[in-house]
């Protein structure tokens, strides 16, 4: 989350026998800024105020603990293009989504793309939504944390009194997180996804990517994600090309 921050505080540690494969450590030199989630064999889904330049970049795939990379480890892949959205503002975090191209396509079991809502879907207030990463722990932290965690959120109205002073766009943004302090994410898992399982479909679909808050955890204020639905379009764009 941009700082304004986003960051999984009070959540709990991913365990083996859970599963999100479409979940990216989005790295520079080797080191963990952003997550970012799988939407096909070839592109990766994040924050675009997580990617200033394409240098140095690079995505792990399939892995819950950061410390279990090696050099030339085969899940590290590189970035070749970068797309930002046309209309990204970096001083009011509109439109804060980026889209990243894979060298190679993916491939094996561990690799699977997330599920993309239909425009027509709506998110009903006080639905649960889950939220990983490999952000800070902490807020007064300075590093991500090593291992993978999870929070599970709701979705919040953007009239509720947590949410009207950070959301400036109701179209384009959510506003997810719980009443209660110290849960929520933060910096580090900026670019990750805000996942909804849809009971109907019997399937989790990606709802909205980590974008900003004011600090982590705080009472009185709660995270930001862009809402992917509204940008169906603009991402079936630039994959079919």
Same mark, same amino acid.
């Given at each position: 989350m941009f700082m304004k921050t986003a960051r999984i505080i009070g959540g709990e540690q991913v365990t083996v026998h859970q599963s999100w494969p479409w979940i990216v450590s989005i790295r520079r030199w080797g080191h963990h800024i952003c997550g970012g989630v799988i939407i096909s064999a070839l592109f990766i889904l994040t924050a675009a105020h997580c990617i200033p330049s394409i240098t140095g970049l690079s995505v792990a795939i399939g892995i819950t603990q950061q410390s279990s990379l090696t050099n030339n480890d085969s899940r590290i892949q590189v970035i070749t293009t970068v797309y930002l959205h046309p209309n990204w503002n970096a001083k009011?975090? &509109?439109?804060?989504?980026?889209? $990243?191209?894979?060298? &190679?396509? %993916?491939? /094996?079991?561990?690799?699977?793309? #997330?599920? %993309?809502?239909?425009?027509?879907? *709506?998110?009903?207030?006080?639905? !649960? *939504?889950?939220?990983?990463?490999?952000?800070?722990?902490?807020?007064?932290?300075?590093?991500?944390?090593? *291992? $993978?965690? @999870?929070?599970?959120?709701? #979705?919040?109205?953007?009239?509720?009194?947590?949410? !009207?002073?950070? $959301?400036? +766009?109701? &179209?384009? @943004?959510?506003?997810? =997180?719980? !009443?209660?302090? =110290?849960?929520?994410?933060?910096? /580090? +898992?900026? =670019?990750?996804?805000?996942?909804?399982?849809?009971?109907?479909?019997? @399937?989790? !679909?990606?709802v909205g990517i980590v974008s900003y808050g004011t600090g982590c955890g705080h009472a009185n204020h709660t995270g930001i994600y862009t809402r992917v639905s509204a940008y169906l379009d603009w991402i079936e764009t630039i994959i079919k090309k």
């Open positions: 009011k975090m &509109h439109n804060d989504l980026a889209i $990243l191209q894979l060298e &190679h396509s %993916l491939n /094996g079991a561990l690799f699977n793309a #997330i599920c %993309l809502p239909l425009k027509t879907d *709506v998110l009903l207030i006080d639905s !649960e *939504v889950i939220a990983i990463g490999f952000g800070r722990e902490k807020e007064s932290s300075t590093r991500s944390s090593d *291992v $993978l965690r @999870q929070i599970k959120l709701r #979705i919040l109205s953007h009239t509720s009194h947590t949410c !009207e002073n950070e $959301l400036t +766009d109701t &179209h384009t @943004q959510i506003c997810a =997180g719980l !009443e209660m302090a =110290g849960k929520d994410t933060c910096k /580090g +898992d900026s =670019g990750g996804p805000l996942m909804y399982f849809s009971s109907i479909k019997s @399937q989790f !679909e990606l």
